[in-house]
């Protein structure tokens, strides 16, 4: 096993990629500190969705907690490492995976939307490595920080242009971390995932136009599915990658490649 008896905390864990990075890291034999927002209403309708990735994760032998948070505020990372000290001992890998895309075009867009964006995406995933970072360091033992970025770090999108900005800086954060991490023996890498069927998209995607565009579009001829990444966060996360530090992994099927 990849990731045995390591802690991993994954933030936006409950749904998606986060949902299958969490699981992922159980399969390998982590326990996991699942981080989510916002979805502890039951007329939200996502209670469920929780409790669903934890008996996922008990089902592969391993331990899980579920803590609700939200990753814009700084207190949040703070509060993430203190319930997996507590509940576990330590933590060995962070996946800061949770984000927002609130589809919007540009010339209209209200500054709420730029600044709950970067919020979340950007100053959240800064956040949530610092206090990751800092326990790592403490512990003395090193650690693998994976963060989510995408390939929209490398390129546009006109509904995106508060969203994009946001994933070319975790990859940017990952890059300057590694170095200023690197002497505690803190590996920091982000993977670009091209575009994954997940909530997230759901919308746009229910274009069958838009979808079949894409899946033309993708050399591998299907949309990624939440695994396809995860498994790749895993491979990071893990030994099999301890002279990887500073690296982005595309996971998009070929897309970026792809153009014409
Ligand atoms: N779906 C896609 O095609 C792609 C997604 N990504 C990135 O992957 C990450 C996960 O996206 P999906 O799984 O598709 O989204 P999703 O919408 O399925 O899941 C989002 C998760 O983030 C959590 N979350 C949302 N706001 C939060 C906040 N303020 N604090 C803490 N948690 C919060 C939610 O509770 C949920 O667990 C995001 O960072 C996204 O930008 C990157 C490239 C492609
Ligand atoms: C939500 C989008 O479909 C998705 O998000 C990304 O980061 C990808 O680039 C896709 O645009």
């Known amino acids: 096993m990849l990731l045995n008896d390591k802690v991993a905390i994954v933030t936006g864990g409950s749904r998606g990629i986060g949902r ?7 399969r390998e034999g982590a326990d996991v500190v699942i981080n989510y927002w916002g979805e502890n209403d039951a007329s939200y309708g996502r209670r469920s969705a929780i409790d669903e990735v934890l008996a996922q994760i008990e089902w592969h032998g391993r331990r899980a907690i579920a803590v609700e ?17 507590d509940a576990f001992g330590k933590v060995d890998v962070l996946a800061s995976n949770a ?19 970067v919020g979340v995406n950007l100053n959240g995933a800064f956040y949530v490595t610092q206090a990751v970072a800092r326990q790592m360091k403490e512990q003395g033992t090193g650690g693998a920080i994976v963060a989510t970025s995408s390939i929209s770090a490398l390129v546009g999108g006109g509904m995106q242009t508060h969203y994009t900005p946001t994933k070319a800086g975790v990859h940017s954060l990952m ?3 590694a170095i200023a991490l690197g002497p505690y023996g803190i590996r920091c890498n982000s ?23 894409f899946e033309r579009r993708i050399p591998l001829g299907r949309l990624g ?3 396809d990444v995860a498994d790749c966060v895993v491979f990071l996360a893990s030994d099999m990658a301890r002279y990887v530090t500073g690296a982005a992994l595309l996971v998009d099927g070929g897309l970026f490649v792809n153009l014409q």
């Not at 299958?20 to 159980?26: G, L, T």
């Not at 540009?106 to 964006?117: A, Y």
């Not at 994954?196 to 069958?208: E, F, H, P, V």
């Open 191 to 213: 993977v670009m995932p091209g575009t994954i069927a997940t909530d997230l998209n759901a919308q746009d995607l229910a274009d069958g136009e838009k979808r079949a565009y």
């Open 225 to 227: 599915a939440p695994e």
């Open 69 to 85: 948070g939200n990753v814009a505020l700084p207190q949040t990372g703070i509060d993430l490492v203190r319930h997996a000290v």
């Open 99 to 117: 984000g927002i895309c609130p589809f919007h075009a540009f010339l209209d867009m209200p500054p709420s939307v730029l600044e709950r964006t």
């Open 175 to 177: 890059q300057s971390c």
């Open 20 to 26: 299958a990075i969490a699981v992922a890291c159980a």
